[in-house]
């Protein structure tokens, strides 16, 4: 059965520290990773990760995967209180999958003033 | 720019009634997928659309059918509804299917069944 899991479930910090959230998946037929924040409303999209060793970056935001490993990272340097939210990874593929995604649990982030 | 459109936003239904949301994809998306997201979960895959045929299957029940129309908007219709299903439901939409797609959200709808 294909298997998305985050860590760390959640996680509190404070204004300028940098956070990194962590994804592990096991899906056959891997196609793709993305990286969704949500904020009680629709996911967002921030990434859409398919190769290994590629850094995307988007402002403060950056992610990264390593499909060896079977994990991708993503972090937010000098968090700010608008970067609270739940962060879900996501894995496209699994069997003859045309393009569900898996989603893992979510990390929440807390970033206090 | 546009995004994708869902309605109603929200949604009371009584134990065995029948509810039908709607989903609007981005302009020239092609490909409309269904999620169902419970209290306190990850969003669960129901069902995909690629042109109007029916490209995915997920852990959708049979008490629920889809389909997908010549303009691209999507039904999801919900018959003999339980308390169960309360959760609140997402479209996204891609242009093409698969997964080297990015694949990009609506508001969802909120159904509460009472």
């Known amino acids: 059965e294909d298997k998305v899991v985050q860590s760390p479930l959640s996680l509190v910090v404070h204004e300028g520290d940098t956070v990194t959230l962590n994804c592990s998946y096991e899906?056959?037929?891997?196609?793709?990773l993305l990286w969704y924040k949500q904020e009680k409303k629709a996911p967002t999209f921030l990434f859409m990760l398919?190769?290994?060793?590629i850094e995307k970056k988007s402002g403060r935001l950056s992610s990264i995967l390593d499909k060896k490993e079977l994990f991708s990272i993503l972090n937010i340097t000098a968090t700010q209180t608008g970067d609270s939210a739940v962060y879900l990874c996501a894995v496209g593929g699994g069997g003859t999958s045309y393009g569900k995604l898996t989603f893992g649990q979510g990390t929440i982030l807390t970033v206090h003033p | 720019a546009a995004g994708v459109i869902q309605s109603p936003r929200h949604l009371i239904k009584e134990k065995r009634e029948t509810a039908t949301l709607k989903c609007y994809p981005i302009p020239r998306h092609d490909t409309v997928y269904w999620y169902q997201q419970g209290p306190g979960q990850d969003p669960q895959f129901l069902i995909s659309?690629?042109?109007?045929?029916?490209?995915d299957k997920g852990s959708i029940p049979d008490r629920f059918s889809a389909q997908q129309f010549s303009d691209y908007h999507s039904e999801l219709n919900m018959s003999s509804l339980e308390l169960g299903d309360s959760a609140l439901y997402f479209c996204a939409s891609s242009l093409g299917q698969g997964n080297s797609y990015e694949q990009y959200f609506g508001p969802g709808t909120r159904l509460t069944v009472t």
């Open positions: 398919t190769s290994s060793g």
């Open positions: 659309f690629y042109e109007k045929m029916q490209s």
């Open positions: 899906v056959t037929n891997f196609r793709s």
